[in-house]
């Protein structure tokens, strides 16, 4: 168990619809990072959050967005889903936004829209 | 742009086999390089590197990072069925913020 927790485990849904992915990073984080990895597919980095700023965005569409809130957990929503979004959404961690820390990944969560 | 390029993409070898992995990368501001095991789920963290030429070693697994060369290795000694897994190589840059560049992964299958 890394420590980091991530809700839904499962999910599908219908296109066109919208959909939030919750993550509560491991106690005393403050890095938040979002990849998405399709089926036979390497990690996309999507977007990095730190101490509730925004720090960096990968191949992240305009239909998603992400914010950290004050408590340092991490909220990914999905909107207008098409069936190409289908994919294994992940949550990591890491203790400072240096490059020289481990990051530590939740379980994912799975999306099959339909 | 970044780039991590692991290979070979799959590899099936029988129990008690050693196994290499390559992991090569062209990255600006290069600042670690971390491998990865998935199997079913959620990456799980095995070895930072950020120096060169200094392997890491945990038990059976050993890794080695060269940053004139650019790439790195991951050996597996006497593998088992339960190294059978995804193996991710990532590289951590600071180009204008820390990003973590992940590799496709070497799918590896060890049979009994």
């Known amino acids: 168990d890394s420590g980091v927790t991530q809700t839904p485990k499962h999910l599908i849904t219908a296109t066109g619809q919208r959909v939030t992915l919750r993550c509560s990073p491991r106690?005393?984080?403050?890095?938040v990072y979002w990849y998405q990895q399709s089926l036979d597919q390497g990690l996309q980095f999507l977007i990095h959050?730190?101490?509730?700023?925004?720090?960096a965005k990968g191949n992240i569409l305009e239909r998603f967005s992400a914010q950290q809130f004050p408590d340092l957990h991490s909220e990914l929503n999905l909107s207008s889903l098409e069936l190409g979004d289908s994919a294994l959404y992940f949550c990591?961690?890491?203790?400072?936004?240096?490059?020289?820390?481990?990051?530590?990944f939740g379980e994912g969560s799975w999306l099959t829209v339909v | 742009e970044d780039k991590v390029v692991q290979s070979p993409l799959s590899l099936v070898v029988h129990e008690g086999d050693t196994v290499t992995l390559n992991c090569s990368y062209e990255?600006?501001?290069?600042?670690?390089l971390l491998w990865y095991k998935q199997e079913k789920k959620a990456p799980t963290f095995l070895f930072m590197l950020?120096?060169?030429?200094i392997e890491k070693k945990s038990g059976r697994l050993s890794s080695i990072l060269d940053k004139k060369e650019l790439f790195s290795i991951l050996n597996i000694t006497a593998t088992q069925t339960g190294d059978s897994a995804v193996y991710l190589c990532?590289?951590?840059?600071?180009?204008?913020?820390?990003?973590?560049?992940f590799g496709t992964g070497t799918r590896l299958k060890v049979l009994a």
């Open positions: 990532a590289v951590a840059t600071t180009s204008g913020t820390y990003k973590y560049i």
């Open positions: 990591a961690s890491s203790v400072l936004t240096g490059g020289g820390n481990t990051i530590y």
């Open positions: 959050y730190y101490n509730g700023e925004e720090r």
């Open positions: 950020t120096s060169s030429g």
């Open positions: 106690s005393g984080d403050l890095s």
């Open positions: 990255v600006t501001n290069f600042r670690s």
